[in-house]
Nanobody, 113 residues
Framework: QVQLVESGGGLVQAGGSLRLSCAASGSVFPFSTMNWYRQAPGKQRELVAGITSGGVTIYADSAKGRFTISRTNAKTVYLQMNSLKPEDTAAYLC????????WGQGTQVTVSS
């Protein structure tokens, strides 16, 4: 059973930065994709960024130029978030997709104006 644990969320002023981390435990298929999603109150969950085992990345339009996803190994992924805006406020969830989808509990990011 794979478990994901996120960290790095918090309260930051607009224009600030945060770095989120997600660590997976358990047996992970080597060709997995790791993603960051976010969900704000009353809104649908949306993909923020994703990275394949080969390092191919994808970003939501809202994240391009401000966020960077990186991966050190099959089990650890980061999301560097710069130039944060109040509309980035949400719970950020880590997702690992191999043969099935695994989800973390989420870490809250709050950006004040």
């Amino acid at each position: 059973q794979v478990q994901l644990v996120e960290s790095g969320g918090g309260l930051v002023q607009a224009g600030g930065s945060l770095r989120l981390s997600c660590a997976a435990s358990g047996s992970v298929f080597p060709f997995s994709t790791m993603n960051w999603y976010r969900q704000a109150p009353g809104k649908q969950r949306e993909l923020v960024a994703g990275i394949t085992s080969g390092g191919v990345t994808i970003y939501a339009d809202s994240a391009k130029g401000r966020f960077t996803i990186s991966r050190t190994n099959a089990k650890t992924v980061y999301l560097q978030m710069n130039s944060l805006k109040p509309e980035d406020t949400a719970a950020y969830l880590c997702n690992l997709h191999d043969l099935v989808d695994y989800w973390g509990q989420g870490t809250q990011v709050t950006v004040s104006s």
